[in-house]
C-alpha cells in the first residue's frame, strides 16, 4: 500500500498537485524551477489524467525514474472505463464524462494504453514515504480514518498509517473530502502560503502533500498541505514545490509561535 524511498542524497525532491493532462504544463514549471532530470525527483498527488489537454502524454510519466506518483480516484476509474464503456460502446462517446478524450486515440494508442500503461497504474502505491530527518508523506486525498465522522476528523498518525489498508480505508485515500471541509474560513499567509493558526502541524503526524480538493492557494492544515490548485479550471494554475524550501519555510514560522 505504501511505497518507501530513501532520502535523495544527490538532488532535490519536489512536489506537484493533480496533473490532469498538462504534462507541457510540468514540464515548463520544473524548467523554470531549474529541475535536473538526472538527480531531483518528483512527487505527484495523483489524477494524472483527465479533464485537461494531454491524459495519454501525462500518463507516460509513469515509465520516468524520476516521477513518482500515489493512486488517486481517476486512474482508480480509468480501466474500469475502458473495459465497460470504451471497449462496449466504443461509439458513445459522452460529453460529460472526463475520460472523453480516450475516444481520440488510435488503436496503437489504445493497445499500449492496456498492455503497457494500466499495469503501471495498477501498481501505484495509495501512499509514499520518503524516509529521513527531510522526510514527508504524499497520499491522494487525506489521511483521515475512515468510517468517521467527527469534527476535528480523526487523522491516521504515522504508526497506524502503514496499517490501515482495507478496503474501506483505501477508499478514503481517494475520495475524502472530510479534512478539507474542515479547514477554518479564517487562514492566514505565512511564507507564501496559508494556514489555520494554531492548527499547522498535528502531533504525531508527518508532513502530508494531498491534492484531490482544489484550494485556491496551496493551504497547511493538520499536517496536510493541499496542493491541488486547479490545473484545468480557468485562470488557476499548476502547484510545483521544492520541498527542501517548503520545509524551511514551515520551520521558520513555527519557530516564531
Excluded at 34 to 49: A, E, M, Q
Excluded at 54 to 76: A, I, K, M, Q
Excluded at 128 to 141: K, S, Y
Excluded at 178 to 203: C, D, K, S, T
Amino acid at each position: 500500500m505504501i511505497k518507501y524511498l530513501p532520502t535523495n542524497e544527490i538532488g532535490e525532491d519536489y512536489v506537484c498537485g493533480d496533473l490532469h493532462g498538462h504534462r507541457q504544463l510540468l514540464m515548463e514549471k520544473l524548467d523554470h524551477l531549474g529541475f535536473d532530470f538526472g538527480k531531483d525527483r518528483l512527487f505527484c498527488t495523483g489524477d494524472l489524467n483527465d479533464r485537461g489537454p494531454d491524459s495519454f502524454g501525462t500518463l507516460g510519466l509513469v515509465f520516468e525514474p524520476w516521477f513518482h506518483f500515489v493512486r488517486g480516484n481517476h486512474e482508480e476509474d480509468l480501466p474500469g472505463f475502458i473495459k465497460y464503456e470504451l471497449s462496449k460502446f466504443p461509439d458513445w462517446r459522452p460529453a460529460y464524462c472526463d475520460q472523453d478524450w480516450l475516444y481520440g486515440l488510435n488503436e496503437v494508442q489504445i493497445q499500449h494504453l492496456k498492455e503497457k500503461i494500466l499495469p503501471k497504474l495498477a501498481e501505484a502505491p495509495f501512499a509514499l514515504h520518503v524516509e529521513g530527518p527531510q522526510g514527508f508523506w504524499v497520499v491522494h486525498a487525506d489521511r483521515c480514518e475512515a468510517g468517521g465522522y467527527q469534527n476535528p476528523a480523526v487523522l491516521l498518525d504515522d504508526e497506524k498509517f502503514p496499517l490501515a489498508d482495507d478496503a474501506r480505508q483505501k477508499e478514503s485515500f481517494l475520495w475524502s473530502r472530510r479534512l478539507f471541509n474542515q479547514i477554518p474560513v479564517a487562514l492566514e499567509e505565512r511564507e507564501g502560503f496559508l494556514v489555520a493558526p494554531g492548527m499547522e502541524m498535528e502531533p504525531g503526524i508527518g508532513l502530508t502533500f494531498v491534492g484531490h480538493n482544489i484550494v485556491a492557494r496551496p493551504t497547511l492544515y493538520r499536517s496536510h498541505f493541499f496542493v491541488d490548485t486547479g490545473v484545468y479550471l480557468p485562470g488557476s494554475e499548476l502547484t510545483v514545490l521544492r520541498v527542501s524550501d517548503l520545509k524551511t519555510a514551515i520551520n521558520k514560522f513555527l519557530e516564531k509561535g
